[in-house]
C-alpha cells in the first residue's frame, strides 16, 4: 500500500481552520465553537513563537506574545488570567473557569457578539470576549506568521500531514450479495 502527500501544511491549515472558521463566524450561535478551535491554534503559536515546548507550562514570553495578537490584554498578569479563565475553562471544562488550581477567585468572563474589540475589562473587572473578532486576530496573526506556527521548536510536534492510500483491492468473491 503506497501513499502520497495530499496537500501542503498552509492549504491544509487553510483547508481545515480558516474555511471551516469563516462558515462559523456568521453564525451567532457558534462563537463559542469558533473559540474553542481557536485557542489551542493560539496556544501552538505562542509556544512556537517563544520557543516553549509542549510539556512546560506558557511563559512569560508567551503572555507577551499574546499581547501583541491582543493588544487590549494590556499586560503579562492580564493575559495570564484570561487564559485560565478561558483556555483552561473552555478547553479542560466547556464552560469558563471560576477558580484557579490554588482555589482563588478569578474574573468573572463573558463572551458576547456585541462589542468591538476582541477583549475587554469590565468596570466590575470581569472579562469579556467577543469570540469571532478574537478568532480573526488569531489567525490573521498566524497567517501571517505561518512559518513560526508550522514550526518544532523545543520539542512541538509537526503538523498533521493528510494522506491518500491506494484502494485496498477487494477479491470479487467479496463483491455484491451471497449466492446460495
Known sequence: MSTALFDTDPNNFKAWYVDVLESLYPIRSAG????????????RYLRQKAKVGPTSHLTDQCMKEFVGIIPSLNNVKTAQAFWTVYRHGFLHQGTLSVRNRSGVALPTGWLTHDQSDPFAIRSDGGFVVQPVLFSKAVIGRILADFNTFSGVAGGAPPLPKVARLDPITIPSTYIGTRGG
Open 32 to 43: 463559542i465553537a469558533a473559540f474553542m478551535i481557536t485557542l489551542p491554534l493560539a496556544e
